[in-house]
């Protein structure tokens, strides 16, 4: 679908969505009680998803279970249930009217999305390098380029080590030994790793960031205790002059956004942002230039949307929503670039997470960019339609002035389009761009991915980390038969 297109579809639907009952057509009077019963409860946890987001089964089986919990209810089958609380928040009466609103108004099927514009195979400028295989079924969860070093970080989700080794897989790799999951690492005068010490939907706090002397190997637990952290970031948020810790503890049905104060003891005090699951990914940023450290999170996991943490000086913030996006959206990845050259940081969203249960392919899942407009005020003005897609790297890899985009997909049609498992959206100008991949792609399951000049040419290349967590191919979606734990996609530029 054409950009103009897409967007006009998008306005649409909003404020369709902010119409009164008596506006929308209801298949019954049930319906339209469902619905407004669904405004009420439902946006005090999260933005209200529509009926139409999901297909009549997804609902019934899945989400509405899932949702019956949060109020009080326990599925019995996907027409009983039975009270979980002693004080469910919304009477039984309520709960089957919401449950009817979004079954029968829902769709027997999404949207067709494999009739989008075809991929191109092959890759203008890039050179296909297989890495190494690091261990019998790759679960690589972590994947980075060290610039100081010139080494490949990679982390595999089945061993509690860090793999270091060359770009190309050509040399041995050395290892260390850390927690289980790596989920980041930031590498300056020593070595972080955070660990989500659990790798399936989990509350446990078995995540640790450890740091580790870049000479010894030797190791010093900074934080421990985690909840499932998936990213995180350091700063002096309160200017004392000692690095503090952000961290994303995405956990599960519970988790956290919170800033670790560094004191002068070398330990950590601990400050809550956000009380809630679904922290995926932070950015450190001056936002309203006023010389003082603010942070951008991207949360997921209910109430998704991209939040502003504005610092008032002392370490104190104040939270601004920036974007919210619907609770079945999936958002998963999130950049900041200036799109239009004005001086304003614009936002690239993925939308593409569809692991909660049975893939089912959305027509909403892609790559947003959101233009700033001042105030804390954004339009899309970007949508790459692309299934499943986990994570959107920019940047301009031909050095033809243009903005290109590299991203990879652990959810692809792989029936339709198996190519969309990493697309590379060639940038023409006027938000244009033009999809390509490579034959290896459909092979591999693309869980993360990094972009650096890692052979020193001076222009960017790319790699792709392959995680396949075992299950077949029909309960799964994953493909077989690619073995490598990344693939390096080296650009023929210079």
Known sequence: MRPVVFLVCFLWLFFSNCLGPEK???TDTNSAQGFELAQQYCQSCHLVPQANDLDKATWANYVLPKMGLYLGYHS???NRYITKTAKPIVSAEEWDKIRHYFITEAPDQLADTSNRKSIKT????????RGSQLTEQPLTTYIGYQETTGQLLVGDGMKPALFV???????KPATLSTGVGISHIIADSSLYVLTMGVLQPSDSRLGTLVKFDALTGTGQTMLDSLQRP???VLEDLNQDGRKDIVVAEFGNQSGQLSWHEQTPQNTFLKHILRAQPGAI?????DWNKDGHPDIVVLMAQGDEGVFLYENTGTGQFKEKVLLRFPAVHGSNYLEMLDYNQDGLPDLLVTNGDNGDYPPVMKPYHGIRIFQNLGNNKFEQVLFLPMNGVGKAMAADFNQDGQLDIAAISFFPDRVNSPDEAFVFWKGLGQGVFEPSSFPEAKNGNWLTMDRADMDGDGDLDIVLGQASFGLNESGSGQASGLKN???LLKNRLR
């Open 24 to 26: 929308r057509k209801f």
């Open 122 to 129: 092959g890759l203008d400028g890039f050179e296909v390098l």
């Open 76 to 78: 019995m089958g996907m």
């Open 281 to 285: 990914r932070i950015i450190k940023t």
């Open 485 to 487: 734990s990344w693939i």
């Open 230 to 232: 998936v990213h995180f």
């Open 165 to 171: 080794t060359d770009p190309t897989g050509t040399s």
